[in-house]
């Protein structure tokens, strides 16, 4: 098993959902956690106590990443606290939900705010913890993108734009800053948490999750838990890994399995 014993981990939008699921999971394998929120204090008080209750010192932080001062701030309040940082998790994120082939739902301020947090958030979080993981020599980042950034689906256009520009500045900064930081990511499909089902709608979402488990090849619609697993990996394992695109969507990038196909002609 993956040791992370004593590891020092910041996760980003991390009170809800997959943030909070990775911040648990490490928690548990004996990391202290940062627990970021923008808004969702109550939420993210809940996650603190999860992970307490998993045996990890936690540092609770309000921090917007897309607000750069915010992000050397939060790096610097983790260095303070505990001497270092070992593992990056770029989860914030943020979107609209808007039909692709509505382009007069989107503006140029809608692509400006989900680029970001999405991207800009990212790359300024990045930036700011790679002095320390390489004056320590060494540190993993992991970004949680989105299948939308690769088959272009999803909420919106701009928000599939965001996450296809978050797996190429993946691969850039795996190049840039080895050989001491990995840098990979990891690409979620349809998941089943409150923020999706809250952007929906109760009957969009019901219909969208009966078709994800009824046409993909695992028959599956994944949970928060599930996605955090290969991010996990990816922050305390895959020592010889960077710069990978990693997609965790039950097979939705593969197309309908064949029995649905076969139902549709």
Known sequence: MWDAKGKIAIITGSATGVGEEVAVQLAEMGANVVIN??????????????????????????????????????????????????????????????????????????????????????????????????????????NVSSIAGIEGIGSCIAYAASKGALNTMTRSLARALGPEIRVNTVC???????????????????????????????????????????????????KHTTGAIYVVDAGTHLGPTASVVADQV
């Not at 992000?71 to 001497?83: D, I, L, Y």
Request: include cysteine; aromatic fraction near 8%.
């Open 188 to 238: 979620p499909g349809f998941i089943k948490t409150r923020w999706l089902e809250n952007g929906l709608g109760d009957e969009v979402f019901g219909k969208l999750m009966s078709s994800v488990q009824r046409s993909t090849v695992l028959k599956a619609a994944s949970t928060p838990v599930e996605v955090a697993e290969p991010i996990v990996y990816f922050a305390v394992g895959g």
């Open 37 to 142: 929120y923008t808004k969702s204090l109550d939420e993210a008080k809940a996650a603190v106590a999860r992970c307490e209750a998993a045996g990890a010192e936690v540092l609770l932080c309000q921090a917007d990443v897309s607000n750069d001062d915010d992000c050397r701030r939060m790096v610097a309040e983790t260095v303070k606290k505990w001497g270092g940082v070992d593992i990056l998790v770029n989860n914030a994120g943020r979107s609209k939900f808007v039909a692709h082939a509505d382009l007069d739902g989107l503006d140029a301020q809608d692509f400006q705010d989900i680029y970001a947090v999405n991207v800009i958030g990212p790359f300024q979080m990045t930036r700011a913890v790679t002095p320390h993981m390489k004056a320590q020599g060494g540190g993993s980042i992991v």
